[in-house]
């Protein structure tokens, strides 16, 4: 079972960044992908971006170009810069994997 805490979230205008960070435990992490999802209130839970033991990486055609997911190994934890950030980019964030998800942080993006 992953343990997972993400942090970063917060209210940006348009056109801005954010950083994302997710602390892990619970796993060895050195060998697990790890994914971030959102979910916005009312809709389904959806892909953003993922990064696989190797550092390949993966991502929804909607962030393509603007996000950048990472992982640090040694610090057991997984990164998604943002940057150009639109309103459609508000949701909850979660980071996770097969083995379990944080409890998310709040992204919204004012207008």
């Known amino acids: 079972q992953v343990h997972a805490v993400e942090s970063g979230g917060g209210l940006v205008l348009a056109g801005g960044s954010l950083r994302l960070s997710c602390a892990t435990s619970?796993?060895?992490?050195?060998?697990?992908?790890m994914a971030w999802n959102r979910q916005v209130p009312g809709k389904q839970r959806e892909f953003v971006a993922s990064?696989?033991?190797?550092?390949?990486?993966n991502y929804a055609d909607s962030v393509k170009g603007r996000f950048t997911v990472s992982r640090d190994n040694a610090k057991n934890a997984i990164y998604l810069q943002m940057n150009d950030l639109r309103p459609d980019d508000t949701a909850v964030y979660f980071c996770?994997?097969?083995?379990?998800w944080g409890q998310g942080t709040q992204v919204t993006v004012s207008s």
């Open positions: 996770g994997n097969s083995h379990g």
């Open positions: 619970g796993i060895d992490f050195s060998i697990m992908p």
């Open positions: 990064v696989d033991r190797s550092g390949s990486t």
